[in-house]
């Protein structure tokens, strides 16, 4: 039973390597690679490899941050502790005793590189742990854990998409930029998913959206976007369906979607659903009004309980 579960899970893994299905949006990696990164263990293909074992978990190390040692390695799967080619990646943090105050077990693990600084501003260091689920387009969970005088998991952030770390403005202050995963086959294919951005800090055992700081940002992307999009041609019910000169029928509305949220998601919404009533069918843009400020309200920005004012209050 246990090796049929691991041929599918590498068959799986296979066409995810071939890249089937992956959204053509930039911040959304293929954890798949030729090498491991430091301090990194993933699941790596070995076409020499015997038939069903073409996928080996690889890589791991360890670093020590204060008076913490964190280690990434491939280790049993311990839902299958009998199984020797059931493995996994496994990430433990050590306290100075030696005892493990965190582990996580995962198809893929890495200690981010912003692991070491004092990421939510309360005067201690910090790690961040990522696991990636496995499948082809699921899922990455990054943990936040306190290194200082006693160790504990701060926060989590579950999405559907991979977050990187960069101090966009001033040196000692981090933010977390998200691309939200939860527009994944939104009005349309995987491929071709709006998937927005999403700026973070965390301040103590909170997350604060704080896109609106840097509109700028949104600007360049809405810019970017507009540049060849035709949308009279998309609204002529005639050419619709067809190929146009601003892309495909699919790739334009993966556009007209990422402009709408891009004003959504950096606090202006007057300016989303002007330019969704200028660019939709006038006939869909109520319906469609209500399904983005749904996702918008209930996906990761509910999930981590992030304070979105009178617009999700209004929407319920």
Same mark, same amino acid.
């Given at each position: 039973?246990?090796?049929h579960?691991h041929?599918?899970?590498?068959?799986?893994?296979?066409?995810?390597?071939?890249?089937i299905?992956?959204?053509?949006v %930039?911040a959304v @990696?293929?954890?798949?690679?030729?090498?491991?990164? @430091?301090?990194q263990?993933?699941?790596?293909?070995? @076409?020499?490899a015997?038939?069903?074992m073409?996928?080996q978990?690889?890589?791991?190390?360890k670093?020590v941050?204060?008076?913490?040692?964190i280690?990434?390695?491939?280790?049993?799967?311990?839902?299958?502790?009998s %199984?020797p080619?059931?493995?996994t990646c496994?990430?433990?943090?050590?306290? @100075?005793?030696?005892?493990?105050?965190f582990?996580?077990?995962?198809?893929?693990a890495?200690?981010?590189?912003?692991s070491?600084?004092?990421i939510?501003?309360d005067?201690?260091?910090?790690?961040?742990?990522?696991?990636?689920?496995?499948?082809?387009?699921?899922?990455?969970?990054?943990?936040?854990?306190?290194?200082?005088?006693?160790?504990h998991? +701060?926060?989590?952030?579950?999405?559907?998409?991979?977050?990187?770390?960069?101090?966009?403005?001033d040196?000692?202050?981090?933010? +977390?930029?998200?691309? %939200?995963?939860t527009?994944a086959?939104?009005?349309?294919?995987?491929a071709?998913?709006?998937?927005?951005?999403?700026?973070?800090?965390?301040?103590g055992?909170d997350?604060? %959206?704080v896109?609106?700081?840097?509109?700028? +940002?949104?600007?360049?992307?809405?810019?970017?976007?507009?540049?060849g999009?035709?949308?009279?041609?998309?609204l002529?019910s005639?050419?619709?369906?067809?190929?146009?000169?601003?892309?495909s029928?699919p790739?334009?509305?993966q556009? +007209?979607?990422?402009?709408?949220?891009?004003?959504?998601?950096?606090?202006?919404?007057v300016?989303?659903?002007?330019?969704?009533?200028?660019?939709?069918?006038?006939?869909?843009?109520?319906?469609l009004?209500?399904?983005?400020l749904?996702?918008?309200?209930?996906?990761?920005?509910?999930?981590?309980?992030?304070?979105?004012?009178?617009?999700c209050?209004?929407?319920q």
């Amino acid at each position: 039973m246990s090796s049929h579960r691991h041929l599918a899970l590498r068959l799986c893994a296979f066409l995810f390597l071939l890249g089937i299905g992956i959204p053509h949006v %930039d911040a959304v @990696p293929v954890p798949a690679q030729s090498g491991p990164r @430091p301090f990194q263990c993933y699941r790596g293909y070995d @076409p020499t490899a015997a038939a069903g074992m073409w996928f080996q978990h690889k890589g791991g190390g360890k670093r020590v941050i204060g008076n913490y040692e964190i280690e990434i390695k491939p280790d049993l799967d311990p839902e299958y502790p009998s %199984d020797p080619s059931a493995l996994t990646c496994h990430a433990v943090i050590r306290s @100075p005793r030696g005892e493990i105050v965190f582990e996580v077990y995962a198809d893929g693990a890495e200690i981010e590189d912003i692991s070491g600084t004092d990421i939510n501003g309360d005067g201690e260091v910090d790690a961040v742990i990522s696991g990636y689920s496995g499948g082809a387009h699921c899922c990455w969970t990054y943990y936040f854990i306190s290194l200082g005088t006693t160790s504990h998991l +701060i926060r989590e952030i579950k999405n559907e998409a991979s977050i990187s770390f960069k101090s966009l403005r001033d040196s000692e202050k981090i933010e +977390i930029a998200a691309h %939200d995963g939860t527009f994944a086959y939104f009005e349309g294919p995987y491929a071709f998913s709006p998937i927005p951005l999403l700026i973070l800090r965390l301040v103590g055992n909170d997350f604060r %959206d704080v896109s609106s700081e840097f509109q700028n +940002i949104y600007d360049d992307e809405i810019a970017r976007l507009q540049n060849g999009l035709d949308v009279i041609k998309f609204l002529d019910s005639e050419t619709v369906e067809k190929d146009t000169e601003g892309g495909s029928y699919p790739e334009i509305k993966q556009k +007209i979607l990422m402009i709408t949220l891009s004003y959504l998601y950096s606090g202006r919404p007057v300016q989303a659903w002007e330019y969704l009533e200028k660019s939709w069918p006038p006939n869909d843009t109520e319906r469609l009004q209500k399904e983005i400020l749904s996702r918008y309200c209930t996906g990761l920005r509910g999930r981590l309980r992030l304070d979105s004012g009178s617009i999700c209050t209004t929407a319920q």
